[in-house]
């Protein structure tokens, strides 16, 4: 835990280096003052687009957003990840650790700069700049439990690196998953209260607040104020769902659109956010390699999920490339290829009867993903992309899942309803997929359409996990987890498999973290 989750204690300690007293008379992002720096809105935005950069959030959404997400969930097909496909994830896995570090480090900058805000605010500084951006912390040490709560259940909650690290106990004991859900909802909550009601694309408001709190108030089966919280962020008139469903993910000239809520900033020119976003190459078909934006498909959409569209669904040829889906945008060349080549002159063709050195792409499930995946590069008639890595925000929460997560709240714990405004809200999403209206809808309905609409984007476990034992059990057990031609099914589907285990790195260096949790709130 010393090397990830306390990077804030080890960031801290730096501060304190050219300290004469204490942290905190002296906190900083930089090595500068509380007295000479932040003293402006400009340098306090600065600091804080820190939290939306894909810098911290990169081994994250990097992999391991795919593995945990939707290879669990049974949305992805992978070679690589197969711990992940079978359910015998381990406490070494390269994933876990991955995401456990992005996380305590996302929450180290916000705990620091949540300290640096408020001591520059008590010591006469602009309180017009800094509650907001004291705010915006706020929301991303809110959201940022949330994931962990969901993902490990129990987990260590860190607010004052300095402290802890003068202390000198690094001894932190997870703390019982109910708890760090209220400490997330805590955060929100503050988070609501003080950002602004509108702001420039990018930067969360109230309005992104109120719908993460709308969804944790769901995942803990709280209907009530999963209702009122999504309800506010419709009625607001600000939000609506955009047309262009895949260059959602696929354009960046479509970030920040008027569906997205709270992303992940990458920035292609200049990338003033940090680094781009490196999902491309993982996702790509193979017979789509460049120099500029090589292709692995290290995961490819799964057999479960391939069957899941319903007929006419748009979401399959926006999210999925199979026979027939083509670009004719896109015209990539192959060396010593004249076959590849001419098969390639009008466009790009995904075609699995060829052979691969006629073009023909031959994947695992004989499908790609198409979300998230640029393109062969702006020379090859794709997206912009530099060193393999694309201009594409990652969106983490966007207005579909606002118009899904109030439909569900509605039904609640009924077994169905043909409310008005719960139809309204979910066959909005329905229509967009090009899918004719429903009359009434049950719970099952409604996972199916979460399902289907948020495909590769890292949330399908969560929905699984939420349901309770018995029943994400009933969900993983039916999926055909392996390929057409050689189906797998799981068999081994535990309790304990409900939450993934805590690094091993971590238990070694802080053993409170292999111990039952404990409370938090007294």
């Given at each position: 835990m010393k090397k990830t989750t306390i990077y804030a204690l080890a960031l801290s300690a730096v501060m304190l280096a050219?300290?004469?007293?204490?942290?905190?008379?002296?906190?900083?992002?930089?090595?500068?003052?509380?007295?000479?720096?932040?003293?402006?809105?400009?340098?306090?935005?600065?600091?804080?687009?820190?939290?939306?950069?894909?810098?911290?959030?990169?081994?994250?959404?990097?992999?391991?957003?795919?593995?945990?997400?939707?290879?669990?969930?049974?949305?992805?097909?992978?070679?690589?990840?197969?711990?992940?496909?079978?359910?015998?994830?381990?406490?070494?896995?390269?994933?876990i650790g991955a995401a456990w570090g992005a996380f305590y480090k996302?929450?180290?900058?916000?705990?620091?700069?949540?300290?640096?805000?408020?001591?520059?605010k008590a010591a006469g500084g602009n309180a017009a700049y800094l509650d907001p951006a004291i705010a915006e912390?706020?929301?991303?040490?809110?959201?940022?439990?949330?994931?962990?709560?969901?993902?490990?259940?129990?987990?260590?909650?860190?607010?004052?690196?300095?402290?802890?690290?003068?202390?000198?106990?690094?001894?932190?004991?997870?703390?019982?998953?109910?708890?760090?859900?209220?400490?997330?909802?805590e955060e929100l909550k503050m988070a609501e209260a003080g950002l602004p009601e509108s702001d420039v694309p990018g930067r969360v408001t109230k309005y992104s607040a109120k719908g993460m709190m709308a969804?944790?108030?769901?995942?803990?089966?709280?209907?009530?104020?999963?209702?009122?919280?999504s309800q506010e962020v419709i009625q607001s008139g600000k939000y609506s769902l955009v047309s262009d469903y895949n260059g959602m993910f696929t354009k960046a000239s479509l970030n920040n659109n008027v569906e997205s809520?709270?992303?992940?900033?990458?920035?292609?020119?200049?990338?003033?956010?940090?680094?781009?976003?490196?999902?491309?190459?993982?996702?790509?078909?193979?017979n789509l390699r460049t120099a500029e934006a090589d292709a692995w498909e290290m995961y490819v959409p799964s057999v479960s999920i391939l069957q899941e569209y319903e007929f006419g669904d748009l979401r399959r040829k926006w999210s999925v490339m199979e026979h027939g889906w083509t670009n004719p945008n896109w015209k990539p060349q192959r060396v010593n290829a004249p076959k590849y080549n001419a098969f390639m002159a009008n466009g790009y063709k995904y075609d699995t009867l060829q052979p691969a050195a006629d073009g023909?792409?031959?994947?695992?499930?004989?499908?790609?993903?198409?979300?998230?995946?640029?393109?062969?590069?702006?020379?090859f008639g794709?997206?912009?992309?530099?060193?393999?890595?694309?201009?594409?925000?990652?969106?983490?929460?966007?207005?579909?899942?606002?118009?899904?997560?109030?439909?569900?709240?509605?039904?609640?714990?009924?077994?169905?309803?043909?409310?008005?405004?719960?139809l309204e809200a979910l066959?909005?999403?329905?229509?967009?997929?090009?899918?004719?209206?429903?009359?009434?809808?049950?719970?099952?309905?409604?996972?199916?359409?979460?399902?289907?609409?948020?495909?590769?984007?890292?949330?399908?476990?969560?929905?699984v996990q939420r349901q309770g034992f018995a029943k994400a059990k009933s969900i993983i057990e039916k999926q055909n987890r392996g390929t057409a031609q050689n189906p797998e099914y799981i068999t081994n589907f535990t309790e304990d498999k409900m939450y993934l285990p805590i690094p091993a790195g971590e238990i070694i260096q802080d053993p409170e973290l292999g111990k039952d949790p404990v409370p938090y709130y007294k």
């Open positions: 050219s300290c004469k007293e204490s942290f905190i008379e002296r906190p900083s992002l930089s090595g500068t003052t509380t007295g000479n720096y932040y003293n402006s809105a400009e340098e306090v935005r600065a600091a804080t687009s820190t939290l939306y950069s894909g810098l911290p959030w990169r081994n994250y959404e990097s992999r391991a957003q795919d593995a945990i997400g939707d290879v669990m969930g049974g949305n992805m097909f992978t070679y690589t990840d197969v711990e992940y496909l079978r359910f015998t994830v381990s406490s070494a896995s390269d994933r996302i929450i180290g900058y916000a705990n620091v700069m949540l300290k640096t805000f408020e001591e520059k912390a706020h929301f991303i040490r809110g959201t940022v439990y949330f994931y962990i709560a969901r993902t490990w259940g129990a987990a260590p909650i860190i607010t004052d690196p300095g402290e802890t690290a003068l202390s000198g106990n690094f001894n932190i004991p997870r703390y019982l998953q109910k708890d760090v859900l209220r400490f997330a909802l969804k944790l108030y769901l995942y803990q089966k709280d209907y009530a104020n999963a209702k009122l919280k809520l709270f992303s992940i900033q990458h920035q292609f020119a200049q990338d003033p956010w940090g680094t781009g976003n490196i999902k491309n190459p993982d996702r790509g078909p193979g023909g792409q031959l994947s695992p499930t004989r499908s790609n993903i198409a979300k998230y995946f640029a393109g062969p590069g702006k020379s794709g997206e912009p992309v530099l060193g393999q890595n694309s201009g594409n925000n990652v969106v983490l929460l966007r207005y579909a899942d606002i118009l899904l997560i109030y439909a569900e709240a509605v039904l609640g714990e009924n077994a169905s309803t043909s409310d008005a405004s719960a066959n909005k999403v329905r229509v967009r997929a090009g899918l004719t209206p429903k009359t009434s809808i049950t719970k099952d309905d409604i996972l199916h359409e979460r399902r289907v609409e948020f495909a590769f984007e890292g949330d399908y476990w969560y929905d």
